[in-house]
């Protein structure tokens, strides 16, 4: 359906003359005097009966002002509330995030913090390693790791991560210490969704298949595996915990470890974001940055024995 013209019918209305409609709208009196003459053309009849003087509402224009009238009220009230709603912070937030030491150490808690301090926002966390369809089920952002693909979504970097290789001592007293990646083929290495490592070298990456006879896709279990000195791990600094701090595993092939940008928020590509979406993602940064910081020190820390 066709409004054009209705907005300055309305103005009209209400200011009670053209000139008075053109100054509440910023625009110039024969621009209303067109919208209006090409609305009662639309309509096959007039609405107002005009003189030098003054300006009255035909039988039709009445009808039409009732209706209309109401109905801008109300779809004013309805914008007013949107813009509100963005405004303000309520409303549900729908997360879906990778499961792992990142959603432990960074998701969970910026989520509960920020659930903490705006209590009037509903916050929902999906902590799953499948990809989601974030349009299609309706989550307002989704956090990933790994490349990003052309997927017509907006990705954000969220936080680097540092992959660490680590085994026990009783798996290198037994199998010997590899000291280039390389060496990996003769050594068991927990698998996790590929088999295909990136380590790094001379600054550029360096690309290694590995196998072993333990796929795991879980953090824990991973950990508990090397642990148990079923193999070599190789994973974010973060899902070992204290155990290369305090001796109960050996970090390894120090110089190679790979750095990148590989954490990112993923959202749909949206001209006006809801305040929520913004907030929630400023807290993921602040506790990513938080984090990322502490590794950082840690990793100092390990390569420096």
């Known amino acids: 359906m066709n409004f054009d013209g209705l907005t300055e019918f309305l103005a009209v209305v209400r200011a009670g003359s053209f000139t008075g409609a053109a100054k509440i709208l910023g625009v110039s009196v024969p621009h209303v005097s067109r919208q209006v003459a090409r609305l009662e053309a639309r309509l096959g009849t007039k609405l107002f009966q005009r003189n030098t003087r003054s300006v009255h509402l035909t039988q039709s224009g009445e009808t039409l002002s009732k209706s209309s009238g109401k109905i801008a009220d109300d779809l004013e009230a309805a914008l007013s509330e949107v813009s509100s709603a963005q405004r303000n912070l309520d409303g549900r937030l729908r997360i879906a995030a990778l499961s792992g030491s990142f959603a432990d150490q960074v998701v969970g808690p910026a989520m509960n913090e920020m659930a903490a301090q705006h209590p009037d926002v509903e916050i929902v966390i999906d902590f799953n390693a499948r990809q989601v369809d974030i349009l299609r089920e309706g989550y307002d952002f989704a956090i990933r790791a790994g490349p990003m693909q052309s997927s017509g979504l907006i990705a954000r970097p969220l936080s680097s991560r540092t992959r660490v290789a680590a085994a026990s001592p009783e798996y290198l007293a037994k199998n010997g210490e590899p000291l280039h990646p390389t060496e990996l083929k003769d050594h068991q290495c927990i698998l996790t969704h590929s088999n295909a490592w990136r380590f790094a070298e001379n600054g550029k990456p360096l690309d290694v298949t590995v196998a072993g006879r333990l796929g795991l896709n879980s953090g824990p279990a991973i950990l508990d595996a090397c642990a148990r ?36 928020i993923v959202r749909p590509d949206r001209r006006f974001t809801p305040r929520r979406v913004d907030v929630a993602m400023a807290f993921l940064e602040t506790f990513a940055k938080r984090i990322e910081a502490l590794e950082t020190q840690e990793i100092g820390t390990l390569r420096r024995r």
């Open 229 to 264: 000195g079923l193999g070599v791990a190789y994973m974010a600094v973060g899902g070992f915990g204290n155990t290369l701090s305090n001796g109960a595993l050996t970090p390894i092939l120090y110089d190679f470890w790979h750095t990148d940008r590989s954490i990112h």
